[in-house]
């Protein structure tokens, strides 16, 4: 677990880089035909950017699970986010899993397109959002 007691703003700034940087990796890989290596980093920029969020609120967890559950529950019931991101959340969360564990599953550069940019849709999000606090 992150030691929180440091500095939380240099964690979610962090955490945002590997955003932006699974997100690149995922448009590298989607224009190499890499389609379940993209679907992968598709997610991945998602997860950190929640946890990016969530660092921010002293929360971690090694679960994805919990890790989602917790960003559900803070920003989208509550409404600081649309729930169209839950939704993005979700198919992210099912294909990277399919793609990563299920050795037969195939998937379409058009599926790993849409998954794309709904991951740069989500970043964008949270990147508005983040920019709205006063972080000093």
């Given at each position: 677990m992150p030691d929180f007691n440091g500095n939380k703003i240099a964690l979610m700034r962090h955490r945002i880089e590997q955003s932006k940087r699974c997100l690149d990796s995922a448009v590298m890989l989607l224009n190499a035909d890499a389609c379940k290596d993209?679907?992968?980093r598709s997610?991945?920029?998602i997860?950190?950017?929640m946890r990016a969020v969530l660092a921010l609120d002293c929360f971690d967890s090694k679960k994805h699970?919990?890790?989602i559950?917790?960003?559900r529950r803070r920003y989208i019931?509550?409404?600081i986010f649309q729930k169209e991101l839950s939704d993005i959340i979700e198919d992210a969360f099912d294909i990277r899993t399919d793609s990563d564990y299920n050795d037969f599953f195939v998937i379409s550069k058009d599926e790993v397109a849409?998954?794309?940019a709904n991951a740069k849709l989500f970043l964008t999000a949270i990147e508005a959002y983040l920019g709205t606090l006063?972080?000093?």
């Open positions: 993209a679907a992968n997610y991945y920029s997860f950190h950017a699970s919990s890790i559950s917790e960003f019931k509550s409404g849409k998954q794309t006063n972080m000093g």
